[in-house]
């Protein structure tokens, strides 16, 4: 701003005017700056008198009677959306004759009016009221009575209106969510769902004006007018209502647009929260109603924003110079970037060879019996240092020197390892384990916890929430829901499985917000054999799984016995004979063998926690979450390797004592590359990275995957050329925005908006400023990248030319090369590489159900109906030659004969073959 200078408008308000310093248009701006502590502050302009109607009664109008307010008097501020005392406030009498107060906000001047009586009212005389004035005023203009009993409208604002309002309106998102939390209010409330959010940026254009402070243009879309006009009816209706949006910051803001949207007035408006949909905490939230927290909205709001510049930015530079129908965001490019790194490791990966030798060992007394119990031992130091066999000679050479060793014990050690249970779930780790032990994904994990928190009818026909809000990051658990489960897992299992004390968890997720409590049951008491006759199969499933893994939460730790045996192996040419005698002084003598060996086994002396729950296992085979506490050092800790290992139990093993060796194992090995992002350990590495939060996980990963970049082989996420491209272009041209840290940051930035710690607009215009820069620059340098089509080998039935696998709006479909000459196209179908075991002739493909499930069918449908739900198996069933499908992680399930296999097993025979 050029030749800038403080003013006071005519209003009253704080401004600085100026001129633009490039063509030289006048600009004002409004908001006081410490310059204008130096002007005079003008007085606040009268208002003015309206003239007195034809007809009044004798006397002083409402109008005509004012005094200046002697006490504080706190009105809403709809500027600052905050109480804020009256400036220059007067006690006046409205047109009706009710008291009032009228005055201006001390910080911004906007207008401020409070109806009631304050002590300054008690000495102004009472003022007479016009009857005609006032049926004038509360009908209005235009309006024609439909008959003599016809309903009279309210003048929305009027103060005649706010008289009639009666009942309580309560607005929740989500009509499953508005039948139960009806359920229990009862009569007097009415209960609406607006079905998520009803205002939102306009899509046919950017809807952010960044020249006046990144200010957001919204819309109620055109599916939700409806809703919204009932809403405002309800509202115009309602003395109170109550916003019963969920808990978090997506919440908030719902909440906050239901209050644009239909003109929920301040007097009006009561914010509740729970996080459980139970009648006990329904009622304990109505009981303490609070308002808008705008710290959570403008959060919620922050993040549109910043999605919406990265989005509508970059998205049409991608449809330029890579494809059509492209996009790029914020949060989920990261994601790409992620899965893209991933795959990229592994196709660099080059394996290493190396070799682990073993020993089957048995004790000296036991020769004579068959079978004779054996113990494995590994070798782990050669010479003093730690085993690195390179080579097939290597590891001969050393065998051959073992295979006329002695074997001596020449330690045992004894000790106990305690194992601590896992804390109860967040969003993460609840769509972590749901991947592991159900084959849920993200999505499928979040749509069935909604369910079962907006709740299910059980006996009786009364519905309610079955766990509690399951978008969150804290693992802490209300001390309520603690003593219930106290009691009933020591009436359960008994006193023995109850820790001394109420454990107490801490996440370890970066950027955790822990607002909220952990994903839990409502009621430890509604056990899952109790709620399965009213529930679907998965949500069963999900239910189970969030109820062990709370009980267990609350168990105490198991606890192991453990032993481990270093073993020394003895070359016959440095021993050439050794007795039994000398075995015993040369146990304790001996400081370094050639040939160490280490032997370990653990039992489980008490079950504890895992009597109710067990943690599923990573790729890496180490359950997650889980803690162990070993006694030795009283320090908790992950456990040891050879205790990982350990397996079973070892004989009874002294030092001094030599052993048989039954026979050497060697074995060959190769580094494996780090294995690919499934959905629930990319879930796992944004929330170590801080990227993304709970409600967003399950976007991401959905958009990742419908916008073709990322697609699910066996489970696993593996990015297509178009999401390699796509991510190649992104980084190269927005190496910070796209940035894994960097979006980490931004993460935090906007935690502290939500914190009330900074200022929403500073937040997106310190991304801004930077990110344009580097947008221009990318409008300039980025080169085009063609995306190619992918043969399949096959020629077009109609003009001759290749056929190619392209993608569409709807996904990868074949089409001809020679398009758009000649438009033959026709679906892409997976194939599974079993024969349909109905016709003998077509094979059998995915497809999917009109609801999106994935099922298998036979390629000659119509011809051939033949379907299943589970994936056939190309290895037809080793004792009948019939269809195999999987049943489970690791069972194979034969459609003709009903037998079961182990897939492991048969995937090594077939392999073998």
């Keep these: 701003m050029a030749a800038a200078q403080p003013v006071w408008l005519a209003n009253g308000r704080a401004a600085t005017q100026g001129t633009c310093p490039v063509c030289g248009t006048k600009i004002t701006r409004l908001g006081e700056t ?13 208002a003015p008198r309206p003239p007195r109607p034809r007809g009044a009664a004798a006397g002083p109008a409402p109008e005509e009677i004012s005094a200046p307010l002697t006490g504080p008097v706190e009105a809403y501020c709809v500027k600052c959306k905050a109480l804020r005392p009256m400036a220059d406030g007067q006690a006046v009498f409205m047109a009706n004759g009710r008291p009032a107060a009228r005055g201006r906000c001390p910080d911004c001047g906007t207008a401020l009016f409070k109806i009631g009586a304050t002590p300054d009212h008690a000495g102004l005389p009472t003022p007479t009221v016009d009857r005609r004035r006032r049926k004038t005023a509360a009908q209005p203009a235009g309006h024609r009575a439909a008959g003599a009993n016809a309903a009279k409208p309210l003048a929305q604002g009027s103060s005649d209106a706010s008289e009639r309002r009666t009942g309580r309106l309560v607005i929740v998102e989500s009509p499953a969510k508005a039948r139960t939390v009806g359920r229990f209010l009862g009569r007097g409330y009415t209960v609406k769902a607006s079905v998520g959010h009803v205002r939102d940026l306009l899509r046919s254009q950017l809807s952010v004006d960044i020249e006046n402070n990144f200010q957001p243009t919204y819309r109620v879309p055109n599916d939700k007018r409806q809703t919204v006009k009932e809403l405002t009816e309800e509202v115009r209706r309602a003395r109170e209502v109550y916003l019963a949006t969920d808990p978090d910051r997506e919440g908030e803001a719902i909440a906050w647009h239901l209050v644009e949207a239909t003109g929920i007035r301040p007097e009006q408006q009561r914010r ?21 927290n705008m710290s959570l909205v403008n959060a919620q709001q922050a993040r549109r924003v910043l999605d919406r510049l990265v989005g509508y930015k970059v998205s049409p530079l991608l449809w330029e110079r890579v494809r059509g129908r492209t996009s790029a965001g914020r949060v ?34 036991s020769r004579g019996q068959d079978p004779r119990p054996e113990f494995k031992a590994r070798l782990v130091r050669v010479r003093g240092e730690e085993v690195n066999l390179k ?15 002695h074997y001596l014990v020449t330690g045992v050690r004894v000790g106990e390892r305690r194992r601590r249970p896992a804390a109860p779930f967040t969003t993460s780790t609840l769509q972590q384990e749901a991947s592991r032990k159900l084959g849920y994904g993200a999505r499928q994990t979040m749509r069935v916890a909604q369910q079962l928190y907006e709740g299910i009818p059980l006996e009786g026909g009364e519905a309610v929430g079955l766990i509690t809000y399951m978008r969150t990051d804290s693992v802490t658990v209300s001390a309520q829901a603690q003593a219930e489960a106290r009691a009933f897992i020591a009436q359960r299992y008994g006193e023995e499985f109850l820790p001394p004390t109420p454990p107490v968890y801490k996440t370890r997720a970066k950027g955790a917000q822990e607002a909220h409590e952990a994903i839990r049951p409502t009621s430890v008491l509604r056990t899952p054999e109790s709620v399965a006759p009213y529930l679907s199969r998965e949500q069963q499933r999900l239910y189970e799984l969030i109820w062990m893994r709370f009980v267990a939460s609350q168990m105490a730790p198991a606890v192991f016995d453990t032993v481990a045996a270093d073993i020394a192996a003895l070359p016959r040419r440095a021993y050439p004979t050794l007795t039994a005698e000398q075995a015993q002084a040369l146990a304790s ?13 653990s039992r489980v002396r008490f079950p504890g926690f895992l009597t109710v729950y067990e943690e599923g296992r990573d790729d890496n085979g180490k359950p997650r979450g889980e803690r162990s506490e070993r006694s030795e050092s009283g320090d908790a800790d992950e456990p040891a390797p050879e205790e990982e290992e350990a397996e079973g139990w070892l004989p009874a093993l002294t030092a001094g004592e030599l052993l048989d060796l039954l026979r050497l194992l060697p074995e060959q090995h190769f580094t494996q590359p780090p294995p690919r992002y499934t959905e629930a350990t990319l879930v796992k590495a944004l929330e170590e990275y801080g990227i993304g939060r709970p409600s967003t996980y399950a976007p991401i990963m959905s958009t990742i995957q419908e916008r073709g970049y990322v697609q699910l082989q066996d489970k696993r996420l593996v990015p297509t050329e178009l999401g390699f491209i796509v991510n190649d272009q992104l980084v190269k041209h927005f190496p910070e925005v796209f940035d894994v840290g960097f979006t980490a940051q931004m993460e935090e930035a906007l935690d502290s908006i939500a914190a009330s710690e900074r200022d929403w607009v500073e937040v997106v215009r310190e991304f801004y400023e930077p990110f344009s820069q580097r947008l221009a620059e990318a409008e300039r340098t980025m080169e085009r990248a063609e995306v190619r089509d992918q043969p399949i080998g096959e020629a077009c039935p109609e003009c001759g030319h290749d056929l190619v696998i392209r993608l569409g709006r709807f996904g990868k479909f074949i089409a001809c090369s020679n398009y758009p000459t000649c438009r033959y196209t026709r679906p892409l179908l997976a194939k599974t590489g079993a024969t349909c075991p109905k016709c003998r002739q077509g094979e059998l493909v995915e497809r999917r159900s009109r609801r999106g499930r994935v099922f298998y069918g036979c390629e000659r449908y119509p011809a051939c109906d033949f379907s299943t739900w589970q994936r056939p198996l190309p290895t037809p ?9 999987q049943a489970g992680k690791e069972r194979a399930r034969c459609t003709a004969c009903d037998r079961a296999f182990d897939l492991k097993r048969l995937e090594a025979e077939k392999s073998h073959a």
């Design 34 to 46: 410490p310059a204008h502590a130096a002007l005079p502050k003008p007085e606040a302009p009268a």
């Design 272 to 292: 509740v929260v729970f996080h459980e949909i139970t009648r006990e905490a329904v009622a304990d939230a109505f009981a303490h109603p609070r308002q808008l």
């Design 332 to 365: 989920q490019s990261v994601a790409l970037r992620l899965v893209v790194e991933r795959e990229r490791e592994i196709q660099a990966f080059v394996p290493e060879e190396y070799w682990s030798i073993h020993a089957l060992l048995a004790q000296q007394h």
């Design 391 to 405: 080579t097939e000679a290597d590891t001969q050479a050393i065998v051959a020197d073992l295979s006329t060793a």
């Design 589 to 601: 003598a001996l400081e370094a063998a050639e040939y160490l060996f280490r032997a370990s086994g």
């Design 877 to 885: 069933c080793p004792a009948c030659g019939g269809l195999l499908v």
